[in-house]
């Protein structure tokens, strides 16, 4: 019977969850044992493993967080891991892996679990959507659901009692694809990312104009412009408003999964076991196009830091529609 190895490493997302159900639940119908690893590769290079029963996890797909802990931890980088690994795999007997986790997990550690020649299937995993090769990662779809309503809220009280700007600052580390997601399904006035350097000056004037035009604006930006009061001090100054700013912070990460996120999580992880158990490794599970799939992680970690939305970052920050009418 084969035995399969589950680990989350990162920061956790919502979709995880219905992902590690999914593949247990295929596991156990196809004869395979599902092992949990708790805390991430801590627990992995510790042999802290657990064996997961797809009737225990009845129902956990629609819980946010993570069902095993996860960590930061950059273990596996550490001179002795490849030999401490060597023999917690001797160990537990274990024929392979499922590696949820961000940029950082599948460009570093999936990938150099894989040169090592572990069987491994990957899971693109963050709310932050910056890993390569995939147009979606588990966790974004629920964050920017989030991160909605929020903006609705704000635009009441924004339309009631006119003359303030208003900052919304959403996670995303260091990179700008929630906030630009956001801000364009939110009409916000203008957006900030981290990509692209900011002029408070010229963003002031925007806002400013957006205050004439119809009594208030609103500006999203990413957590990774850095010094976020700051900026609503220079931009209060700069637009003549009252600046407030509301920083969604992690309520943005937890929480259940949006029906996407669920449904992509369920369906990457049967994929995930189902490839495993075929013998296929060293791939991680995609989207694109509308299609899943799946992609060598050797690939995404060869590849350039995925780009943000160019397009719709312009059309956010000049108020032009993105689609020219003809
Ligand atoms: O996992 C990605 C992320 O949620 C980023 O958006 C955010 O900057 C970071 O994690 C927060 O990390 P932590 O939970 O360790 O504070």
Request: glycine content about 12%; aromatic content about 6%; charged content about 20%.
């Amino acid at each position: 019977m084969k035995r399969i190895g589950l680990v989350v490493s990162g920061g956790d997302a919502p979709g995880i969850n219905a992902a590690l159900e999914a593949a247990v639940f295929t596991l156990a119908a196809n004869g395979a044992e599902a092992w949990g690893i708790r805390g991430g590769f801590v627990g992995l290079l510790a042999a802290d493993l657990k064996p997961l029963a797809a009737d225990e996890l009845l129902g956990s797909s629609a819980r946010g967080g993570t069902l095993l802990s996860t960590s930061r931890d950059r273990v596996l980088a550490e001179p002795d891991a490849r030999e401490r690994l060597q023999q917690v795999w001797a160990a537990t007997s274990l024929d392979g892996l499922i590696v949820l986790g961000g940029d950082g997990t599948i460009r570093r550690a999936a990938s150099l679990l894989s040169a090592w020649g572990y069987p491994l299937m990957a899971i693109p995993c963050t709310i932050d959507n910056d890993v390569p090769q995939t147009e979606r990662t588990l966790g974004f779809d629920s964050a920017c659901n989030r991160a909605l309503p929020i903006v609705d809220a704000i635009r009441d009280t924004a339309t009631a009692l006119a003359g303030r700007i208003f900052v919304v600052e959403t996670l995303g580390g260091s990179t700008g694809h929630l906030a630009i997601a956001i801000a364009d399904a939110a009409q916000a006035d203008a957006v900030g990312v981290p990509e692209l350097s900011l002029d408070v000056q010229e963003m002031g004037q925007r806002l400013a104009a957006a205050v004439a035009r119809h009594g208030y604006g609103i500006c999203v930006v990413s957590e990774g412009i850095g010094d976020v009061p700051r900026f609503c001090a220079d931009l209060a100054e700069a637009a003549g408003h009252r600046v407030r700013l509301t920083a969604l912070g992690h309520a943005q990460r937890g929480g259940p999964p949006s029906y996407f996120d669920r449904w992509l999580g369920r369906t990457w992880g049967e994929l995930a076991a189902l490839e495993l158990l075929a013998g296929r490794s060293g791939v991680m599970a995609s989207w694109q196009a509308g299609q899943v799939s799946s992609v060598p992680v050797k690939a995404v970690s060869q590849a350039p830091a995925k780009e943000i939305d160019y397009l719709r970052y312009e059309r956010i920050n000049s108020q032009r529609q993105i689609y020219a009418t003809t």
